[in-house]
Nanobody, 124 residues
C-alpha cells in the first residue's frame, strides 16, 4: 500500500502563486511515477504534470506549461507542484497519484494510488 497526502491548497488571489506538496509513505516507490491532476465541479479530472521518482524526466500538460512546474525531493519522499500566475479557472481540488508504468503517462488509468486532494480556490 502507498499513502499519498496532498497539502498546500488555500484561497489565493488571481495572479498569485502556490506550492502544493504530495508526501508519499508506505511501499517504496523508487521506480514509480507521480502525477498531479485536478478536478473542478462538473468537469473531468485533468492531467497537469508528472515526474519519474527515480530520475529527472518530467512532462506537463500544454494547458499549464510555463505556469506550473513539478519537482521532487527524494530525501523527503515529496513531490511538489509550483503554480504561478493563478487564474480563477485554476480553482479545483488538486490530487496527486502514483503509478508504476515504465513511462510517464497523462492518463489517469496509469496511476494506481491516489491522495484525497487539496482545495485550491483562486479569487478574481
Amino acid at each position: 500500500q502507498v499513502q499519498l497526502v496532498e497539502s498546500g491548497g488555500r484561497l489565493v488571489q488571481a495572479g498569485g502563486s502556490l506550492r502544493l506538496s504530495c508526501a508519499a509513505s508506505g511501499r517504496t516507490f523508487s521506480a514509480a511515477n507521480i502525477g498531479w491532476f485536478r478536478q473542478a465541479p462538473a468537469k473531468e479530472r485533468e492531467f497537469l504534470a508528472a515526474i519519474r521518482w527515480s530520475g529527472s524526466t518530467t512532462t506537463h500538460a500544454d494547458s499549464v506549461k510555463g505556469r506550473f512546474t513539478i519537482s521532487r525531493d527524494n530525501a523527503r519522499n515529496t513531490v511538489y507542484l509550483r503554480m504561478n500566475s493563478l487564474e480563477p479557472d485554476d480553482t479545483a481540488v488538486y490530487l496527486c497519484a502514483a503509478g508504476s508504468r515504465d513511462y510517464l503517462s497523462k492518463n489517469r488509468t496509469a496511476y494506481d494510488y491516489w491522495g484525497q486532494g487539496t482545495q485550491v480556490t483562486v479569487s478574481s
